[in-house]
Structure formats: structure tokens, C-alpha cells
């Protein structure tokens, strides 16, 4: 018997009842649906945090003064004195996949404008250092090469800065603000960012030139940091290799010695957070994996009742000389029939949902190919897993008891 | 002389409850030839219907040999047997078994479905037939709830027939009906026997038995009788002598 005729049978025979057939129907939609709404939760907050991770600088690679994470005692960071201008040099001049690249002093103090303070910290860097971390100047200029070169006491300030320095709504440019003593011109202002993904206040910055801060400031001839951008996010791990091969060089390192400095790479950063969300996207696609289970013991039970009800039916078709295999098939197809269109309802449903989820709760929602795909493999899986049994049963009964079967 | 199409040798056929062994065929030995229209008659239990599905290769026998149309049927395999009922016999029961909610058609089309030669178009063509042999050509599209029983036993018999089997098996086909429509429905098969159809027809009515060609009586497992019927009563006569009904 061919496959068209028995798919025409199993679909008689479904439509011959279709309050049960949707009935059993309707845990695989529901399984389906969740899966996919589930994961597209998941996946959609994953999607958000790596933008917001992007937004600080995908391709930022940081570099720090310290040893690495295996150090017996191990120093403040910036306690530590390793890393110097000429590091900051060949990184700029020697590398191949560095797009570009600041040097980092920072500060903490109080800030002081008139009547109003405010405890924060300054970072001197260099102009590249807007690139980097995908600042950008709102009002006024970011400082000058010159401005650097001969130590300007001029700074840009972030939001929260000119919201406590300047509460009566004052033009900041201009101004002068003190900070430890010395004072400092505005002569830009950044665009607002807003909080970061781990909840760290992106507004509350004040950039000066790095020579200003090395030498007004802190008065240190080392610096305490290096930002420097990959060419590409592809390229970043070649980028901060190169960057820690040409570091050692630099500080003359032993194959034996351990770095005496860290590179890291946003990429790092990205992952492990990442790897939290995917961490909650494998529990909610469990817990709606479950439901699916369950759909699939609904179509195991009703296309068992559904074997005995017809168990006449199945006598009289092997009567007239269907095979154990014909009937097998059937009941199969119609397991299958049953979960395949209950699956492609569950994905339309699902996609409804997630959208929903979206527009009317604003979370991030991210359907992804691969999830409706495994969820309609999965659906279709239980079909043939859970109709397996009953069809079995069904092809193995005896046609003169099935046929006089009251 | 004409071709001996079923030839039995012996058969037994014994089963098993619990630990007692019920015989319900204690060695049947007899042969028909095409065109017969034999009656099987015997009070309940004297192992009709266990011939029966012998002779449909529903079941196999204990012990003994079964040729159908030259074919040694204990030899074949399940899905072999299956095969031989579909193209060479047709089954009418006694509670018609008809798919519910299914129309006339489709339920003759079914043994057609298990056959691969038949395509959909040539499978409509045969069951349009079959239903017009026996009288149903007005009623292609009624479903099985919309009929009363006669119709539904001249369905099955369409069903019977539409895949031209050597041989119609019939147990107690006109056991659920009132007697005009037995009577009518023994009129279709007494044209079908003129056509040349060879049938076996099982009944515990011997007033039936007066319509068939050859007459055997089963008593617990054993033929006490097998002889030809020289006078064939025609249904026909004995239709129209019932009463009328006034409709
Ligand atoms: N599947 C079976 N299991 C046990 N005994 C059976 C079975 N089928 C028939 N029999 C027994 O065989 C005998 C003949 O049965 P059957 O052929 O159905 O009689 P009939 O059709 O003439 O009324 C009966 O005694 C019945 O109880
Ligand atoms: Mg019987």
C-alpha cells in the first residue's frame, strides 16, 4: 500500500474525529509553542547582552599591570608599576591587528565647581580613547594632540558629572572645575550611555589628557593601563596574543617567567556572561521539553484508546488483506499527521507568543532557525515514538477475534 | 467436468482453553468446483465460522491440507495469506463491518487500496460497479449510518466482489436482517451464483439452504451431510409470495 493512500485513510480517520484528534493535538502544540517561546526568551537575552556588551567596545582589549590569575600574592593592579609609555608605543607602532590604542591613568577625588562636589575619579587618556570605548563628544571637542603634549589642564565630563556639579542647569563648557586642587577646563561634554549590563554608571566619567594626569596628578612616569582596539571582533584573539608576545619581549621575560601583566578581551567578558544566559536557556527549553513529553503520553494514550476502538476496523482491513505492516503504517501516519500539524500550530503559536512577549512586556525575544527546527524534529520524534506502541499493538491483532471484537 | 477450486483433506483444526483441548473440526474433507453455491448449516457451536476463516486464510488448520485454486494454503506465510485474501476472496459478515461514517463508495473501494495494481481512478471505476451489481447505484455517497441493514449487507457484498474473487465467504449474512430482506439479499446472491460466482454461505437457517446448489451440515466438527440441492428454490418466487408491505 502506498504512502498517498495511507495517509488519505489516516486522515478519514482523524477527521472522523476531529474534537479527539485536536484534543491530543494540543499537547504537542502546547510543548512546541513553549519551546520555542522559551528559547526565544533565552536567546533574546542573550542577544541583549552581548549589544550591550558591544555598545562598551566589542573589540576593546584591556591591559593591566599584575600577574596573571595563578600568582601566589598577588598586588592591586595599579599598585603595580610594569607597564610604561614604551609598552604603550610599540603596541601603537609594532602590531599588526590594534586599530588603536590609549594609555590609562586614573584618579580618585573629589570634584569641586563652585558650591558644589561631587566624589569621582579622572582618567587621563589619549583622544583615541573615544574610539575605543565608543564614546562620543556631545558638546565642545575632545582635546587635541598639542593639548596632550604639553599637559593641558582641560577634561570632558559625562552626565552625572554636570547633573551634580552643574544642578542649576548651567552650560558646562567652559567652566572650570577643580579636582585634588587643580583645576581643570571643560572643553566637551560626552553623550549619555546610560548603565551597563553590570550596573555600573557609564555617565559618571571625567577624561583629561594622560600626560596631565601623569604629571599634575598622580606624578608617576608609569602608566596603569592600556586600551587598545582590535581591527575586528574575528581578529581580537590574535590581536591580544600579539599584544602579550610583544609585551614580554618588551619587559624581557624568561619563557619560564610568568606575565607580569594581563591582556583581556571584551570577548572574555562577553562569554561569560553570556554563558549565564545560556545556562537559563537550557533550563526554560528543559521545562518546556517536559511539556512535550507530556504531549507526546497524550498522543501514546488516546492513539491507544483509539486501537481498541477500532479494533474491528483494523479486523475487517486485515480480513480483506491488509498486512501487520498496513495496519502499522497507519496508525503510525496517523501519530505522525497528529504531531506534525500539531507541531507547525505550536510554532506559529509559539512565534505569536514570543512577539508578544516583545511588543507587550518589551523583553528581548530572539527566535532563532535552529530552535524552531529541533522543536519540529522533536515533535515529530514523539510522534513516531509515542504512536510506535499502539500501532504496534494494533498490526499484531488477530483478525477473527479483532473483527467479532465488541 | 469444472475446476475443482477448493480441495480439502482432513482438516482438524483444534484449540486450546487452558488445559482442555476443544475440537472444533475433527478431520473435514471435501471439494468444490467453480460456480458452486454451497450452504454450510449445523447448530451453533458445530464449528461453522472455524471453516470458514479456514477457507478465507484467516486462520490455519491443526492438522490437514488446504489447496485453494491449486495453492497449498498452510505453506504461505501471514503476509502471503494476506495477499490471497485480498485478490482471491471476498468475506460478508454477519454485522456487515462497515468503516463508520464512511460513504458507500469508499467502503468498497478498501480491498482495492491493498492492492498496488489498482490506481484511484480504476478503483472508483470497480466500486461503482460492484455497488451497481447489487443494486446500489443510487446510493454511491450515502455514508453507513445513513443506510438501513440491507443496504449495508449489499455494501458488504459489493465489497465482497469488487476485487473478482474466486471465491465469496458468507457467515450468517442475513442473520441480523427481517426476512423479506434476507429473502432479498438471497435473491442478489442467487444472481451472483447464475453469473458464475462461486459462494459458501454459512447459516443455521435450513429454509436458506433451499437456494443453494449443494447443501452441508456440520455436527461437532464432522460433515453428517454433504449433497447436492436437485430442486433450487428461486428467492425471487419466494419474495413476492410474502405478504406485501404497504409502505
Ligand atoms: N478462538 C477460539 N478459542 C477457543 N474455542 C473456540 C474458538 N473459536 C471457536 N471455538 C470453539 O469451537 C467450536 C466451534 O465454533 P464455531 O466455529 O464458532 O461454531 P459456529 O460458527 O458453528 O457456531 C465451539 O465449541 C467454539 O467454542
Ligand atoms: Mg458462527
Redesign the pocket.
Given at each position: 500500500m502506498n504512502i498517498g493512500n495511507l495517509i488519505k485513510i489516516s486522515l478519514r480517520a482523524l477527521s472522523n474525529n476531529k474534537m479527539r484528534a485536536f484534543l491530543t493535538m494540543l499537547g504537542i502544540i502546547i510543548g512546541v509553542a513553549s519551546v520555542i517561546t522559551m528559547l526565544a526568551i533565552g536567546q533574546g537575552s542573550k542577544k541583549s547582552i552581548q549589544a550591550q556588551i558591544s555598545e562598551m567596545g566589542s573589540n576593546m582589549i584591556m591591559i593591566q599591570p599584575g600577574a596573571g590569575m595563578m600568582g601566589g600574592v598577588r598586588q592591586s593592579s595599579s599598585d603595580m608599576q610594569s607597564l610604561k609609555l614604551e609598552d604603550y608605543y610599540s603596541i601603537l607602532n609594532k602590531t599588526k591587528y590594534i586599530a588603536a590604542c590609549s594609555p590609562s591613568v586614573n584618579s580618585s577625588g573629589q570634584f569641586i565647581c563652585g558650591g558644589n562636589n561631587y566624589p569621582s575619579s579622572i582618567s587621563g587618556v589619549n583622544p583615541e580613547y573615544l574610539g575605543i570605548r565608543k564614546l562620543t563628544v556631545d558638546q565642545g571637542n575632545i582635546f587635541t594632540r598639542q593639548q596632550v603634549a604639553s599637559s593641558a589642564k582641560v577634561c570632558l565630563v559625562g552626565k552625572t558629572i554636570i547633573k551634580n556639579l552643574f544642578p542649576n542647569g548651567d552650560n558646562p563648557l567652559g567652566k572650570v572645575i577643580r579636582f585634588n586642587k587643580i583645576p581643570f577646563t571643560i572643553i566637551g561634554t560626552l553623550k549619555e550611555k546610560g548603565y551597563n549590563s553590570m550596573g555600573m554608571d557609564q555617565d559618571n566619567i571625567v577624561l583629561a589628557p594622560y600626560t596631565t594626569i601623569q604629571k599634575r596628578v598622580l606624578a608617576i612616569t608609569y602608566i596603569q593601563g592600556i586600551f587598545a582596539s582590535a581591527l575586528s571582533e574575528d581578529v581580537t584573539t590574535k590581536a591580544t596574543s600579539e599584544i602579550e608576545t610583544l609585551l614580554r619581549e618588551n619587559h624581557k621575560l624568561k619563557t619560564t617567567d610568568q606575565n607580569d601583566f594581563n591582556v583581556r578581551s571584551q570577548q572574555e567578558l562577553s562569554n561569560m556572561l553570556t554563558s549565564t544566559t545560556d545556562m537559563m536557556t537550557i533550563l526554560l527549553a528543559c521545562i518546556a521539553g517536559i511539556s512535550l513529553l507530556v504531549g507526546g503520553i497524550g498522543i501514546m494514550n488516546i492513539m491507544y484508546v483509539s486501537v481498541t476502538e477500532r479494533t474491528r476496523e483494523i479486523g475487517l482491513r486485515m480480513s480483506i488483506g491488509a498486512k501487520g505492516s498496513d495496519i502499522l503504517s497507519q496508525f503510525l501516519i496517523e501519530a505522525i499527521l497528529i504531531s506534525f500539524t500539531g507541531g507547525i500550530i505550536g510554532i506559529l503559536i509559539g512565534m505569536g507568543a514570543s512577539f508578544l512577549i516583545k511588543f507587550g512586556i518589551k523583553w528581548p525575544i530572539s527566535i532563532q532557525p535552529y530552535s524552531v527546527f529541533l522543536s519540529f524534529l522533536v515533535c515529530t520524534i514523539t510522534g513516531v515514538f509515542f504512536g510506535w506502541y499502539p500501532a504496534k499493538k494494533a498490526s499484531e491483532l488477530d483478525p477473527i477475534?479483532a473483527i467479532r471484537y465488541e | 467436468m469444472s475446476k475443482s477450486i477448493i480441495h480439502l483433506e482432513n482438516i482438524k483444526r483444534n484449540?486450546q482453553?487452558g488445559d482442555e483441548t476443544?475440537h472444533?473440526l475433527r478431520g473435514v474433507s471435501f471439494s468444490i468446483s467453480e460456480g458452486e453455491f454451497v450452504s454450510i448449516m449445523?447448530t451453533?457451536?458445530?464449528?461453522?465460522?472455524?471453516?470458514l476463516n479456514l477457507l478465507g486464510c484467516l486462520d490455519t488448520p491443526t492438522g490437514g491440507e488446504y489447496f485453494l485454486d491449486d495453492i497449498a494454503v498452510s505453506s504461505m506465510n501471514k503476509n502471503q495469506r494476506s495477499t490471497l485474501r485480498n485478490r482471491k476472496i471476498g468475506f460478508v459478515f454477519q454485522s456487515y463491518n462497515l468503516l463508520a461514517k464512511t460513504t458507500a463508495l469508499e467502503n468498497v473501494e478498501l480491498p482495492l487500496q491493498y492492492n498496488p495494481d489498482y490506481g484511484s481512478k480504476e478503483r472508483r471505476i470497480k466500486a461503482t460497479e460492484a455497488l451497481d451489481a447489487v443494486g446500489l447505484s443510487d446510493r454511491l455517497y450515502h455514508k453507513s449510518n445513513q443506510m438501513s441493514g440491507g443496504q449495508m449487507q449489499r455494501v458488504a457484498i459489493a465489497r465482497a466482489l469488487v476485487n473478482d474473487p474466486v471465491l465469496v465467504l458468507a457467515d450468517e449474512a442475513t442473520g441480523n436482517l427481517d426476512t423479506r430482506t434476507a429473502y432479498e439479499i438471497m435473491v442478489l446472491f442467487q444472481e451472483l451464483h447464475k453469473k458464475g460466482r462461486t459462494i459458501i454461505f454459512v447459516t443455521h437457517n435450513p429454509e436458506l439452504a433451499a437456494f443453494t446448489s449443494r447443501n452441508i451440515v456440520?455436527r461437532d466438527g464432522k460433515i453428517i451431510k454433504d449433497e447436492i440441492n436437485e430442486h433450487i428454490e428461486s428467492a425471487k418466487k419466494m419474495l413476492d409470495a410474502l405478504p406485501k408491505q404497504d409502505d
Open positions: 477475534e | 484449540f482453553v476443544v472444533a449445523g451453533s457451536g458445530s464449528g461453522k465460522s472455524t471453516l456440520l
